[in-house]
């Protein structure tokens, strides 16, 4: 009686057993998937990001250039034959430029055809026949074919950012400036280079004539002031906290202080910049050498959390073996415990100066915000940086600006994959196993 009262519940068993096996193996199917999905959408939005940005920057790193016979005409270069660089300097290359293009298009009589005609030039046209004719004086005299760029409106429209399809109402270009580009495309005299201006000028109002340079300097000179400052400063201090100091409530105090720092919005410290650096200590307003002295300060607390963390990832055998040997404490910390640690440190001051060079908001208030048309030589002198650049791009009317803002981000973007390379090789050279 007992055994036929248990059996139909020992069969059921292994029913029920198999039922939560395939309950459970499904759950873990779903999370995997889930998982896997979650990656893909984040890979995916990636991907759309950075395709957006190449496909409105790609072009910024090529020009539309019109091939034109140009008559340096010695009557208006130098017109007493003295060949003085002076007197060739101050010519009215505009009218040279003005006049090759009337050449090209006798027809064009009427004053604002001639106006609209000189038009299809970038507005740097005349410093490029004026570098040509200082170069070589010889060419006074002659008619040369000379490349010159186009200007950004027509820019615009041979790379198809500018439609035709639209009205002339529309258009920053009229119709018989589009007319004028096919007979010019057509006979051959438009061409395509690479834009050497954007990699070796400053910034312009004129979007054909503006480059990345000033402002990439700006960066390399503000990043190697937070280098020299934030690293020495804040290996020291992780040094100092993790393997000296006491463990008190002073010691306490400080360590909580470090890491409120480190979650501090970074307007904050362009607030204590421009009322100490600024204010206080009267330095140069928008100077690499102050930029580098606010980001020194928003960095150390990460690097210096970075460096904790790696000297207790250590082992204490370590430790341990090198006392056993009769090593000092600082003998220890020097020569075995920061050399192992070196990885980790490096890590904390990449992801800090990372962070640190894609900064805004500080800079904006120490005055990196302002127009600068010259390269920076020195830490003292005016200088702007990529993100701030790409910030006064954005807000610019001009349509050229647009490809001109996703172009900075991309420099931006190649310049912090360098950084992060010579990191994880620096890492690697470093990294000792135990």
């Not at 480059?211 to 960066?219: C, K, P, Q, R």
């Not at 000179?221 to 100092?240: E, Q």
């Not at 973007?413 to 950084?419: G, H, K, N, Y």
């Amino acid at each position: 009686m007992t055994d036929l009262a248990v059996r139909p519940m020992a069969l059921r068993r292994p029913d029920l057993s198999a039922t939560r096996l395939r309950r459970r193996y499904a759950a873990e199917r779903r999370f995997r998937f889930y998982g896997i999905l979650a990656v893909a959408v984040a890979a995916g939005m990636l991907g759309l990001l950075l395709g957006s940005i190449l496909y409105k920057g790609y072009s910024a790193f090529y020009r539309t250039e019109i091939a034109l016979p140009v008559n340096f005409d010695p009557a208006v270069i130098d017109p007493a034959g003295t060949r003085d660089p002076a007197v060739i300097a101050a010519a009215d290359y505009a009218k040279i430029a003005r006049d090759s293009l009337n050449a090209r298009f006798p027809d064009v009589s009427s004053r604002a055809d001639r106006r609209a005609l000189s038009q299809l030039l970038a507005a740097g046209t005349d410093l490029r026949l004026r570098a040509i004719a200082m170069k070589n004086p010889a060419i006074i005299g002659t008619t040369a074919t000379v490349e010159l760029a186009a200007s950004d409106d027509v820019d615009m429209l041979m790379k198809g950012r500018i439609s035709r399809a639209v009205g002339e109402a529309d258009r920053t270009l009229t119709d018989k400036q589009l007319a004028w580009m096919d007979e010019l495309e057509a006979d051959g005299l438009v061409a395509y280079s690479l834009n050497t201006t954007f990699f070796t000028a400053g910034d312009s109002r004129e979007p054909e004539e503006a480059g990345v340079l000033g402002a990439f300097i700006g960066s390399i000179l503000t990043m190697l002031v937070t280098l020299a400052l934030a690293f020495p400063l804040a290996v020291a201090t992780a040094v100092y906290l993790e393997e000296f100091a006491p463990k008190n409530r002073w010691t306490d105090l400080i360590e909580v202080n470090i890491n409120n720092l480190a979650a501090v919005p970074s307007i904050v410290f362009g607030l204590l910049g421009l009322a100490i650096f600024l204010g206080f200590f009267g330095l140069p307003r928008s100077a690499p050498v102050v930029g580098g002295l606010v980001l020194a300060l928003m960095t150390l607390p990460t690097i210096i959390i970075a460096t904790r963390a790696s000297l207790k990832a250590v082992p204490p055998s370590i430790r341990e073996a090198a006392y056993g040997v009769g090593a000092s404490s600082l003998q220890v910390v020097t020569h075995h415990v920061v050399p192992l640690a070196l990885p980790g440190i490096l890590t904390g001051t990449i992801i800090g100066m990372a962070r640190a060079l894609g900064e805004t908001a500080p800079l904006l208030m120490i005055g990196m915000v302002a127009f600068i048309v010259d390269v920076p030589k020195g830490f003292t002198d005016a200088a702007t940086v990529l993100p701030v650049q790409v910030y006064l791009w954005a807000d610019s009317p001009e349509r050229g600006f647009v490809e001109k803002t996703s172009g900075a981000i991309i420099v931006l973007l190649v310049t912090l994959i360098l950084m992060n390379g010579i990191a994880v090789f620096l890492r690697r050279r470093f990294e000792r196993r135990w």
